[in-house]
């Protein structure tokens, strides 16, 4: 195919397919607009039907595996109900992206309907744990623009009547993203699509996990929780500046996730309402386990209790703490309240009077989350096998990757 037809592919595509999809972000921003098809509709996406396979399994590979000189990529994870905790089976993802050069070039066997999501394109379907992978290359971006390189994901789930896009998925490396991400800001549907690629021997291995109707415009699905505390699993665990009292940062206001962000995090948070004996033992459990697992965990306690707050007396209250525990990993920090603007601490979106919020992420993406956990053996069981299951399927404790 010439280019320039390749060229008025991909205009017809921005004409038809991403500003229709934004269009109806934007519609949807109003509550009051909130009607009509779950996603709030999505012009292209019905091509997810075109060619779509009789039987689709959880791995598919894409025809750039084979013919394309680009690098390998696979693309997987977990596909989660609502809530980001149950894996959620059979649901069919719809894949499409550019080729080595940014463009849907298509070929003598494309679908003549499907040519302008090109031939780079695919359908898995989550098996009985949600696992799914793709086998692809890793898509270039448009010439001559500024949006990053993408791979477009469409969902269609059983009992629901049409398809909707998420978020595109996005490479945490590419140039070109936090400058597009400044000007338009991911709305993370289905979860954060920016994915942080690792590399074993030639192929790069990206994790990308959906959560079903995790800003969703019109998802029928309710989360049903008495109490709410910190953002959605799925969401980025945001960015902010606690004052660190004691451990390897004390005396600043080094962000974690902005600091140690690679590996896994998990943030420990009490606001107003503060059990010290509960506090000490679960900081006890939080220093071995990252004993046990060295650098690849990293401990956060935040306390947010803005009640007669004083930093200076905050700051010796925690340094007291820490000593007397012998701390020598878990970081003590605190800010004066969790709806404080000048540290940001707002953006995590902590209920103060929730008795604690255990928030894990990693590679700076929420994985996890735990309301209101009495410091007993069967919690300390549950964080530590939480902690075991989010690191990812292919990469052991020291950080690399394994069959």
Not at 35 to 51: R, S
Not at 57 to 69: H, M, P, Q, V
Not at 184 to 209: C, T
């Amino acid at each position: 195919m010439k280019k320039g037809t390749l060229t008025w592919l991909i205009l017809v595509f921005f004409a038809f397919g991403c500003k229709g999809q934004t269009e109806s972000a934007e519609n949807i921003s109003n509550p009051s607009q909130r009607k009509g098809p779950v996603g709030g509709g999505c012009d292209g996406c019905e091509l997810m039907y075109i060619g779509i396979p009789k039987e689709i399994n959880a791995t598919d590979t894409s025809a750039g595996w084979y013919e394309e000189k680009g690098q390998k990529l696979l693309l997987t994870g977990t596909v989660f109900e609502p809530g980001g905790k149950t894996p959620a089976p059979n649901i069919i993802i719809y894949y499409w992206h550019t080729d080595t050069e940014g463009y849907y070039a298509a070929d003598t066997k494309t679908d003549p309907k499907a040519k302008s999501h090109g031939r780079l394109r695919g359908w898995v379907k989550s098996d009985e744990n949600g696992k799914y992978s793709i086998y692809t290359i890793r898509p270039a971006p448009y010439p001559n623009e500024d949006l990053p390189a993408h791979i477009h994901l469409s969902i269609k789930e059983t009992d629901i009547e049409n398809e909707y896009y998420t978020d595109d998925v996005v490479f945490d490396d590419d140039p070109l993203l936090i400058p597009y991400m400044k000007k338009y800001p991911p709305e993370n549907r289905g979860g954060s699509g920016i994915v942080r690629v690792l590399l074993k021997d030639n192929l790069q291995i990206a994790e990308h996990d959906i959560i079903l109707g995790l800003n969703i415009p019109n998802y029928p699905k309710k989360q049903v929780s008495e109490k709410q505390s910190g953002l959605n699993i799925g969401d980025d665990q945001p960015s902010f500046i606690p004052f660190h009292a004691f451990g390897p940062d004390k005396g600043s206001q080094a962000c974690p996730v902005c600091k140690y962000g690679r590996y896994h995090g998990i943030v420990f948070l009490v606001g107003n309402n503060p059990d010290w004996d509960d506090i000490k033992k679960w900081l006890g459990f939080l220093e071995l386990q990252s004993s046990l697992r060295q650098k690849y965990l990293k401990a956060y306690f935040v306390y947010g209790n803005e009640n007669a707050y004083s930093k200076s007396k905050r700051e010796k209250e925690l340094e007291t703490i820490g000593r007397e525990l012998n701390l020598q990993r878990t970081a003590l920090t605190f800010v004066p309240s969790f709806s404080d603007s000048k540290t940001e601490a707002n953006l995590n979106k902590i209920n103060p009077e929730t008795e604690n919020t255990f928030i894990i992420y990693k590679n700076r993406r929420i994985v996890d989350k735990y309301i209101d956990l009495k410091a007993t053996s069967e919690n300390f069981d549950l964080i530590s096998n939480s902690l075991d299951r989010t690191r990812g399927d292919f990469f052991d404790l020291d950080g690399m990757p394994h069959n």
